[in-house]
Structure formats: structure tokens, C-alpha cells
């Protein structure tokens, strides 16, 4: 293999045989992708079905009942040996169902927010995902994106990478295009770029020279910590609850069997009885059915466009309090349009929409040739000299042919900043379309100097420095501007009535920028600092990026549900608070740019953020600072970034959110939450639906515990009175299958209810049990064991038989328990302002189970092994009426407490 940093940049394109200004041709690049595989790093193989199905057979209380049913088979107990091992394999069955697409959902989550390269192909720019990266790829870098493949430069304009991930050196590190002699490390080859490594700052082109374990990353992925998936903190606290369960329920079990022996029933008969019960009572799959509704989350938030990369981060958003947000392209369309051009002699203003070519230029409202204005026209040409953005046609078009060569009218697509694009649009509007001037050199835009600046050559200017930027950043570069064909100096005058200009078209909501020109005599050294200086200023453009239309309802949505939304961006402070003002961000607060937070001590600024809603002029470093500051005051905090500076803002904050459209690759890998659509509504409903799922995780372990408290009761009184076994033990193993798998499943995938986002965030700490809900188990519980006895009971009594009395114990418990599944629907709201048929999950989980119950009950085939008798009517009547008993005691309590709304009363 060749040594690829000490060849020159043709030996590399030669021996890779690709040119550079065309890249590989489809074709070929199949062919390499067969000759040298998929570019992804070996992983250790997937569990399949046989693992999941296998793991079910592992479970401790599995291997109990297995054991439970070698002792029957022993003590000639065929029947009973038989049926436990039936339940054992239609559970394992149940859980293998639960865990394997839980399993899926989360794979999926790799597959969602897979990496993806731009690259160029057959001569158009592409993006592509990263696994289909070849050998002699054109790779197209720029800062924030990740390095897809190992690849050596072509091109560099102040590039530098972050390499730590395989160096472990923090510092960015420059990078060249020239040759490297001799053997070097990889840390010092630096006209290279390595797998998994980002791009820190600037922008380039390299050619991929190795692809998958080929790569420096494949070479050490052996000696690399496979990622595991973190626990949530619910997860956790539910481990521990099954520990302390688990001691409670064996106890109990230990002292129901015990008494049953002393009373006479034989030691087997007890022996059976005390598994059945430590089976049915022990809630071991709680933490599996919290991972199933975990992942149930992640593919409901998918399909509002909130692709999840972490699990925490689903059970996180329902307790979000405050949402830091950008401006551009979240709260905003992020379509600019230019509106309005000021130079020091006139104002024009630009009709047209979006991205659409078509539009006219006016001045004082009367229309105008740009061929004919001079100063327009140097404007739009030195603006759109100074971008990296390129404008793609959608559709065909009719060709036309404009002063500065062939362009087309039309919609176009941008590949790159909008706001370029904005300005690339206006130059074909005025019918500019420049190919001639050849850029020598450029300094990159970052965002703390606010500017980017390019040199441009050609035969009728020569060298020619232009720079765009923020109107405070440039003109601060500025001596002079033009003024009909010439210049003048900048006076403090003429600068204030520039800056007076910019403030008008801010407080209309304009994004506005200023664009600068000098003339050099010779193309300039190493960086451009040297030259930004003197420069002539030619004049300022307001851009319009007007709120998405949804945006105003989510703000209120939040401020109904208690969450403060506070605007982050790093537009001026009069663009800001404009748009603040259009989507119904508070206005008391007033706005505190960059500058402001600079001079404000953490505790001033800490005041500051209980009520400023918008901040403006924000750097890196001071969204990082609001966080922390958010943080310390106990509020939980979604951040949402784009940018590679984001990056420890979003990792700081509880929730990072990053632009699946126009955020860089660096955010996204920093993130929890990617947004597929860049919307902020997304990040509501996201929310939204996060707070769904906590409340369905709740459901259940209120409906299974609730249950499970019931069938213990009912064991235990029973023993402590001396009666007979209410239940018996293969009995109790048709509740633990019939009740407690298919319900609790359903109510995972219960829809969201109406009054969601109309209560305060559930605080961060909040335990289990919080909101009275280990009171409602046990109150429900104690509702079930009384019903079972009390029906038990009244069956001995009146037909004086064991048998029947046992069925129509057993068909209790299992009705209180599916109807207590709709009562766990909601906490506050009753069955009847929910309905029947919202969820048609549940509905079909209770008619599998009850019809399986009519069928032990009735069917000769089922009675033998269930030890049940069919029933008469009135015993259904009295065993439906106790059931039911216990959802209207629950109604009956909700109408009493629950007379009031989230919307600010206060419960009972």
C-alpha cells in the first residue's frame, strides 16, 4: 500500500485513479464498494431471536417454576407438571415478544442518526451515508462535520482538525496539503484526516485513501469500549425497588406456607402454592416492560420528527422546565430573503420569496434596472463573491441568457448557509452570475469574530479583499465607503447613520449584514489578518427569515405546561427581539446581548435569567455559561445547538437537541435529540410525547403492582383466617399469564392524553411512587383482595362447594384486575371522559384475557388441568358486580378529589 502523506497530490489521484473535479463515477464507486466492503468498523455480532427466546429460559423465576414442575412430575402430579410448563412456555413467549422489539427499537436508534459525508460524484455534489464511502471518494469538509474515512488532503483554507478521539490531543491540530517525508507518526501527518475525527475549523477537499478496519480508527477498534446503551435513572430506581419487592414478597410466601402446613394441607400442596405466588406477586419483568416503553417512546418520538440517540433523553423531557433555543431555521423558516439593500445613496428594496429567483428591485417604490445602478451592482457581485454556498436547480427551466453569461429563473436549492444563498438569490435576480474571479484566499467564518472574508482575482480589479459580516464587526474594520463611484471617509457621523439604518431594519425583523471591499496590490501571506484592515464599506442588506407558523401555538403550549422558552441566537438585539415579539416571547425582561452577560457577575446574571426570555450577540462560551447558571437554580434544561462551537453548551445541558438539517456533525454526536425538520414545535412535541411516555411507564407499574398487591393479599388473609386456598397454585399461574402481560403492554402504547401539556414538569427527582401513586396501588389492591375473598366466601356459603367457590374467586380476581387496566388510563380523568375505544390495544387485551377466563371457565377441556366448574348466572352476576365495584369506588373517589384541572388549581 502506498505511503499515502509523502506523494504529492497527483501521485495520490493517479494511484487512487479519480479526478478531483469530478469524482468518482456511480458505477465505480459500486465496485469499490464490493471490492473493499461496507466503511463501518467491526462490531460484535447482534444477539438474534434464538438469544432473546433462550434468555427468556435464564430468568431465576423461570427456573423456579421449571423446578416446580420437575417436583410434580416426581410426586405423580402429571397433570399439574403439565400446565406449569405450558404457562412457563406461552410467558417466555410473552417476554421474548417484549424484549425482542424492544431490542429492535433501539438498533434502530444507530440506523436513525446514521453519519452521512458530502462527497463528489460523477461531478455533482452528494450526500451519502458514510457505510457507502469509498476508497478515492472527493471528500467535501467543513467545520463541525466528522471525518468519514481516513483521506489525504487536497485542498486546505485554514483547516484544522480535532483528533483527540485518536490522539488524545485536546488542541486542534493545523492542517496542509503539501507532503509529509518520512515515516511520521499519525499525529504528525498533517496533510491527513482520519476516521472519526472533526473538523475544528475552516474547510477542505481530500481524497479517501482506506475505509472501514483499513483505517487508522479500524487499526486500535479492537482496544476500543463498545458503547452501551446508559440506564435511565427510572430503570435504575425500578432495580432497586424489585430487590427490596422481592425480599417483602418471599417473606410473605415463607409465612403463607408455613400456616398452610400447620393447618393440614399437604407440604406439596404448600410447596406449589408458595412458587405460584412468589411467581405471580414478584414483579421481575418490571424493568424489561420499562425498557419495551422506552422504546416504544423512541419510535413515537421518531414520528414526530425527534430522532432519539440517548434512552435517558425520553424519559428526561417530561421534566423539562426551560428550553433554550436559536432563532434561525428552529424558531424561523430559516428561507432568507433579501429585502433591502442600503448603500450610502439610496435604498432599494427586493420582492420575491424563498429561494425563487424571480423578483424586482425598487426605490421609493418605483421600479429600477440593477444593470443601470452601479453601486447595487458592486454590492450584489462583492456579496456573492464572498460565499461558499451554491444554488442548485430543482426543476428544468428554460435557459436565458443574462449580461454576465447563461443562468436560469427559477426555484433553486441551496447546498450550504441560507443566508448566503439569500445573497446568491439576489445576484440572479439583478442578472449576476459570476464565474470569472478566482479566489487566491480566505479566512473562514467563526463565530466569535462574527465575519468571513475572501481574496478574489482577475484580470480588470486584480487582488480584491471582500469581507461580510456583522454590521458592528465590519465596519469596526472600516475607513471609508462608497459614495457614487468613490469613497469617502467614514466618519463617526457616517458610521452612526450606517448603525441607524441597521437598527431600522432589525426592528423590522431583518437579519442584516454589511459587506466591505479593498483593493490589494499583491495577493496576500499566511492568513488574512494582515489586510483586514481600511477597508470600504459598501453598503448593508436586511434579510427577512420570518417565525414558522406553528412556532407562536408551541410557545404558548410551553408557557400552559409550565416550561419557559428563552431564545438564544446570535443575531443583533432589535432582529431578536422583533421576532421575540411575533412569537409571544415575554418582553419584560427586556434582551441582554453577549456584551451584557460579559459584564454581569454570575450572580446578576443568574437574577437576570428569571425573567429575560431573549438574549442576543450569543458566543459559544455564553450559551455554556446560561446553562450551567440554569442548572444551578434547579431548572432542567433542553439546549438546542447547530454549530461545532456548540458542542459543550449541548453536552452541559440536560437535554442537548442539534439540527438534523443544518447542524453540523459535531452537534449531532454531542446531542441527545436530533430534530430531523430543525423545528421548534418539533422540540414541544418531543416533549409532549416524552411526558406521554413517563406517564405510560407509570400506568403500568401502577396496573402491574396493583395486581400483583392484590394476589398476595388475597393468599395471605386467607392463610392468616385459616380458610381454605382461595386460588390455587396453577391458578394463580393463570392470573400472572392472563392478566398481567397483555394489559400492561397496551397500556404501554396508551395515547397521549388531552391534558398532557396543561401541568407543571415533573421534577427531576421525582420518585416512583410520587403523586400518591403507591397509595392508589395499595388502596386498589386492598380493593381486589376484599372483592376476591368477599366473593369467595359468599360461593362457600351458598352452594356449600369448594370447587365453585375457588372459580368464582379466581374469575374475580382476574376481572378487578382488567378492569382496574382502565381505570390506570389516567390519574385524574374517569373512564367515561376518556372512552372506551381510544386505545383498541387494551380492548383487545382484555378480550383475549376474558375470553380466555370463559373458556377455563366453561370449556371441559381447560376445567380439568385449572381445577374450575362452570358457573351459573347468578354467580357471573354477583362475581361482575364485586368486580365492577371496585372502578366505581374509583370513580366515586376521582369525583370528589378530582374537581379541578392542571390549569392552575391546586389538587385536594
Not at 424489585?242 to 407440604?267: E, F, H, N, T
Amino acid at each position: 500500500m502506498p505511503i499515502w502523506h509523502t506523494l504529492a497530490t497527483d501521485a495520490v489521484l493517479k494511484e487512487l485513479q479519480v479526478d478531483p473535479a469530478c469524482g468518482l463515477a456511480e458505477a465505480e464507486a459500486v465496485a469499490r464498494r464490493w471490492e473493499y466492503g461496507a466503511n463501518v468498523l467491526a462490531e460484535a455480532p447482534r444477539p438474534g431471536i434464538w438469544f432473546f427466546l433462550g434468555k427468556q429460559f435464564t430468568d431465576f423465576m423461570v427456573l423456579v417454576l421449571l423446578g416446580a414442575a420437575v417436583v410434580s412430575f416426581l410426586c405423580g402430579e402429571y397433570l399439574d407438571a403439565g400446565v406449569i410448563l405450558a404457562i412457563v412456555f406461552l410467558n417466555a413467549l410473552l417476554g421474548f415478544f417484549q424484549e425482542y422489539r424492544a431490542e429492535r427499537s433501539l438498533q434502530a436508534l444507530s440506523r436513525l442518526h446514521a453519519p452521512q459525508a458530502r462527497v463528489l460524484r460523477e461531478g455533482t455534489e452528494r450526500i451519502i451515508p458514510a457505510r457507502d464511502v469509498v476508497p478515492g471518494d472527493i471528500l467535501l469538509l467543513e467545520a463541525g462535520d466528522l471525518v468519514p474515512a481516513d483521506a489525504r488532503l487536497l485542498e486546505a483554507i485554514s483547516l484544522a482538525a480535532e483528533e483527540s478521539v485518536l490522539t488524545g490531543e485536546s488542541v486542534p491540530v493545523s492542517k496542509r496539503a503539501d507532503p509529509v517525508s518520512g515515516a511520521v507518526a499519525a499525529v504528525d501527518r498533517h496533510n491527513m484526516l482520519f476516521m472519526g475525527t472533526a473538523i475544528a475549523r475552516g474547510r477542505g477537499r481530500a481524497v479517501v485513501t482506506s475505509t472501514g478496519m483499513a483505517t487508522e480508527m479500524g487499526a486500535i477498534a479492537g482496544m476500543i469500549a463498545a458503547a452501551h446503551l446508559k440506564q435511565t435513572p427510572l430503570q435504575a430506581r425500578l432495580q432497586q425497588l424489585g430487590k427490596y419487592l422481592v425480599d417483602a414478597c418471599l417473606l410473605i410466601v415463607v409465612v403463607v406456607s408455613v400456616v398452610g402446613i400447620y393447618q393440614g394441607v399437604p407440604p406439596y400442596r404448600m410447596f406449589l402454592s408458595g412458587v405460584s405466588l412468589a411467581v405471580a406477586a414478584i414483579p421481575e419483568g418490571l424493568p424489561a416492560i420499562v425498557t419495551a416503553g422506552l422504546a416504544l417512546g423512541v419510535q413515537r418520538l421518531a414520528r414526530v420528527q425527534a430522532i432519539v440517540r440517548q434512552l435517558p433523553a425520553v424519559e428526561t423531557l417530561g421534566c423539562t422546565t426551560v428550553i433554550c433555543t436559536d432563532k434561525t431555521g428552529t424558531l424561523t423558516r430559516n428561507e432568507m430573503t433579501v429585502r433591502m439593500i442600503v448603500t450610502a445613496q439610496d435604498q432599494f428594496h427586493v420582492s420575491g420569496e424563498g429561494y425563487n429567483a424571480k423578483g424586482v428591485f425598487s426605490r421609493g417604490g418605483v421600479r429600477v434596472d440593477p444593470g443601470r445602478e452601479k453601486a447595487l451592482r458592486e454590492f450584489l457581485t462583492a456579496a456573492a463573491l464572498c460565499c461558499n454556498a451554491r444554488l442548485v436547480e430543482q426543476r428544468p427551466a428554460r435557459p436565458r441568457r443574462g449580461r454576465r453569461g447563461l443562468f436560469r429563473r427559477g426555484q433553486w436549492q441551496v447546498l450550504g448557509d441560507p443566508t448566503e444563498g439569500a445573497l446568491l438569490v439576489a445576484a440572479r435576480k439583478a442578472g449576476l452570475f459570476h464565474t470569472g474571479p478566482q479566489r487566491v484566499a480566505e479566512k473562514p467564518f467563526d463565530a466569535a469574530n462574527r465575519r468571513m472574508s475572501v481574496v478574489v482575482w482577475d484580470n480588470r480589479h486584480g487582488y480584491q479583499l471582500i469581507t461580510k459580516g456583522a454590521p458592528e464587526t465590519v465596519l469596526a474594520l472600516c475607513s471609508h465607503y462608497r459614495f457614487n463611484g468613490g469613497q469617502r471617509p467614514l466618519t463617526g457621523e457616517a458610521r452612526q447613520r450606517f448603525m441607524v439604518w441597521q437598527d431600522e431594519m432589525a426592528q423590522d425583523a431583518f437579519r442584516v449584514l454589511a459587506v466591505a471591499i479593498k483593493d490589494l496590490q499583491s495577493p496576500p501571506g499566511d492568513g488574512l489578518a494582515d489586510v483586514e484592515g481600511d477597508l470600504v464599506l459598501l453598503g448593508l442588506v436586511g434579510m427577512s427569515d420570518p417565525p414558522r407558523p406553528e412556532v407562536p401555538k408551541a410557545v404558548q403550549e410551553c408557557q400552559r405546561a409550565g416550561i419557559r422558552v428563552v431564545m438564544v441566537t446570535g443575531d443583533g438585539a432589535h432582529t431578536a427581539a422583533a421576532i421575540g415579539r411575533q412569537i409571544g416571547l415575554n418582553e419584560q425582561g427586556g434582551v441582554l446581548t453577549g456584551k451584557d452577560i460579559d459584564q454581569l457577575s454570575d450572580q446578576d446574571l443568574a437574577i437576570a435569567l428569571q425573567s429575560c426570555q431573549v438574549f442576543a450577540r450569543v458566543e459559544p462560551h455564553h450559551k455554556l455559561r446560561i446553562v450551567r447558571l440554569l442548572k444551578e437554580q434547579g431548572e432542567v434544561v433542553a439546549m438546542t445547538g447547530d454549530g461545532v462551537n456548540d458542542a459543550p453548551a449541548l453536552k452541559e445541558s440536560h437535554i442537548g437537541v442539534a439540527m438534523g438539517i443544518n447542524g453540523t456533525d459535531v452537534s449531532r454526536e454531542a446531542a441527545a435529540i436530533i430534530l430531523a425538520d430543525d423545528n421548534f414545535a418539533t422540540i414541544v412535541a418531543a416533549v409532549r410525547e416524552g411526558r406521554g411516555v413517563v406517564d405510560n411507564i407509570r400506568k403500568f407499574i401502577r396496573y402491574l403492582l396493583a395486581c400483583n398487591t392484590g394476589e398476595v393479599l388475597v393468599m395471605f388473609c386467607a392463610a392468616a383466617a385459616g380458610w381454605p386456598l382461595p386460588v390455587l397454585p396453577i391458578q394463580i399461574l393463570l392470573v400472572n399469564l392472563v392478566t398481567d402481560g397483555l394489559p400492561a403492554m397496551a397500556l404501554g402504547v396508551d395515547p397521549l392524553e388531552a391534558e398532557v401539556m396543561h401541568r407543571p414538569p415533573r421534577p427531576p427527582g421525582e420518585g416512583i411512587f410520587a403523586r400518591r401513586l403507591g397509595r392508589k396501588i395499595l388502596g386498589r389492591g386492598l380493593i381486589i383482595a376484599f372483592g376476591t375473598l368477599l366473593v369467595f366466601w359468599s360461593g362457600l356459603w351458598f352452594s356449600n362447594d369448594l370447587a365453585t367457590a375457588r372459580t368464582m374467586a379466581l374469575a374475580t380476581l382476574v376481572l378487578s384486575q382488567l378492569t382496574h387496566a382502565f381505570d390506570c388510563r389516567s390519574e385524574e380523568s374517569s373512564i367515561l371522559e376518556l372512552g372506551l375505544g381510544h386505545n383498541p390495544f387494551l380492548l383487545a387485551a382484555v378480550a383475549c384475557s376474558l375470553g380466555f377466563l370463559i373458556a377455563v371457565v366453561h370449556w371441559p377441556v381447560l376445567q380439568l388441568p385449572f381445577r374450575t366448574v362452570a358457573l351459573s348466572a347468578w354467580e357471573w352476576l354477583l362475581v361482575g358486580g364485586v368486580s365492577l365495584s371496585g372502578s366505581l369506588l374509583v370513580e366515586m373517589r376521582r369525583a370528589l378529589l378530582y374537581s379541578g384541572s392542571w390549569t392552575g388549581k391546586e389538587r385536594k
